[in-house]
């Protein structure tokens, strides 16, 4: 840094990733026509048991995928989802809530 140079901090909250998130799945739904809404997306995520449940998520985002990399960048973005919303197996929690409240032990 040099003299005058100003350091500023952006606090990203979770509710802000969310948004980010939503944005960007609503996009993918809206892209392929998908016959899936983002609530629908975020139940299911809430209400997963088992991988399984993550497996059909993905599915049925990328079956209409034309190449790699929209692939890529679709289960990237289902992966942020299943990441950063809630699960009831969780306690209410997201994977990544759910690791800083470890972390903070």
Excluded at 22 to 27: C, K, P, Y
Aim: hydrophobic fraction near 35%; aromatic fraction near 10%.
């Amino acid at each position: 840094m040099h003299d005058g140079d100003v350091l500023e901090f952006i606090v990203v909250t979770i509710d802000d990733i969310r948004k980010d998130i939503q944005r960007d799945i609503t996009d993918i739904i809206d892209a392929y026509h998908l016959n899936i809404s983002f609530s629908q997306v975020a139940d299911i995520v809430y209400k997963e048991k088992d991988q399984e449940d993550f497996n059909n998520l993905c599915t049925s985002f990328v079956s209409r995928a034309n190449n790699i990399e929209e692939v890529n960048s679709i289960l990237e973005i289902v992966n942020r989802v299943w990441n950063y919303f809630p699960h009831n197996s969780l306690s209410g929690l997201s994977p990544f809530e759910k690791m800083q409240q470890q972390k903070d032990k």
